[in-house]
């Protein structure tokens, strides 16, 4: 097996005992910064000792990475170009941001690239009062034939129509649906399923289980 230790100063470079020490140990830190090794308690040794030199350290099996790095996204912003106005959303922080100025490359926030954008403003939403979360959920997310995060959503009496779930994220919804959609205890969390559905490498990351990952997306850790 292979582990994958990363190593951190707070953006600063790392100290020279630890070059140092990692040459005692018998390793070239061919990246300063993460270092491959075959054995899990040559891992944590590192890992310890980059923690005792002031760093903060992280072991990762490296398996673990492979889907990562396999999975490529496909921004569905692909089809516009220009400047302008967007709302960018991004399935990694759960949100969908308005943005101005040219096609948006990455995630305005966290620089990711696990996002989608569509021309336009970000616009008031509106769910019916008493209807089950999960219609208020698709009431407000699909508005605008793209999945969107609204800032906040108001409730009235009128029945606000269900749109059509837009072919791109049909699959990720029925999925939702089919997990059980009352496990989901808030409009956010189902934010956050949809998002790891959507980008399944998160989902991986965070442990696999689709309720548990949502929720720590969610910010909604038990
Ligand atoms: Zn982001």
Known sequence: MLFIVTAEWGGKKPPSSY???????????????IIRVKSLSLAMEIAAMIQGNGGDALVIPAHALLPVLRHRVEPLETVFTGTGRWVVTCYECVKSYAYSGQTPRQCPVCGGLAFHCRPGYKRPVAATAGTTMFDQWVQTRFVTGYFEIPDRVSYTQNLIPVPEIPPEWRDA?????????????SLRQLDAALSLLMYPPLLYALGNDLLKSSKLLAGEEE
């Open 19 to 33: 070059y140092n020490k990692l040459r005692k140990l018998g390793i070239d830190a061919l990246f300063n910064r």
């Open 173 to 185: 919804v029925d999925e939702i649906r089919e997990f059980g959609i009352t496990s989901f205890t």
